[in-house]
C-alpha cells in the first residue's frame, strides 16, 4: 500500500494550490482518509479528515474556512484545497489512511501514512 502525495511546493501568501494524495495498493473507498502536517520543531498535527462517504469531514480550528478536504473514491484520491495561505501554513503536509471512522484519522492511529510533501508559504 502506497501514499504518495503531490501538489505546488512553493506559494506566495494568499495563494490556493491544491494537495493531491494518490493510494494504491489497495482501494480506500471505504475507509476515513485525511491529512496531517508538521512545521519544523512541531508536532505532527492534525489538519483535516474525511470520511468514506464525504458526510462527515472535519478541521483543525487553524484551517477551518480556508481548507477543504475532498475525495474521489473511484480514483482513491484524496484531495486538499488550501485557500488564503499564509506563511504559518508552512509545513510538510501528510497524507494519512485506513481508519474505519474519521476519529481514527484524526487521533493519527489509522493504517498508513504518506511520505509528505514540503510546502513553503512566502510572505
Known amino acids: 500500500v502506497q501514499l504518495v502525495e503531490s501538489g505546488v511546493g512553493s506559494v506566495p501568501a494568499g495563494g490556493s494550490p491544491r494537495l493531491s494524495c494518490a493510494a494504491s495498493g489497495r482501494s480506500f473507498s471505504r475507509d476515513a482518509i485525511g491529512w496531517f502536517r508538521q512545521s519544523p520543531g512541531e508536532i505532527r498535527d492534525f489538519v483535516a479528515a474525511i470520511n468514506w462517504s464525504a458526510e462527515r469531514i472535519y478541521y483543525a480550528d487553524s484551517v477551518k474556512g480556508r481548507f477543504t478536504i475532498s475525495r474521489d473514491n473511484a480514483e482513491n484520491t484524496v484531495y486538499l484545497q488550501k485557500n488564503s495561505l499564509k506563511p504559518e501554513d508552512t509545513a510538510v503536509y501528510y497524507c494519512?489512511?485506513?481508519?474505519?471512522?474519521?476519529?481514527?484519522?484524526?487521533?493519527?492511529?489509522?493504517?498508513?501514512w504518506g511520505k509528505g510533501i514540503q510546502v513553503t508559504v512566502s510572505s
Open positions: 494519512i489512511a485506513g481508519g474505519i471512522t474519521t476519529r481514527q484519522v484524526i487521533a493519527g492511529t489509522a493504517n498508513y
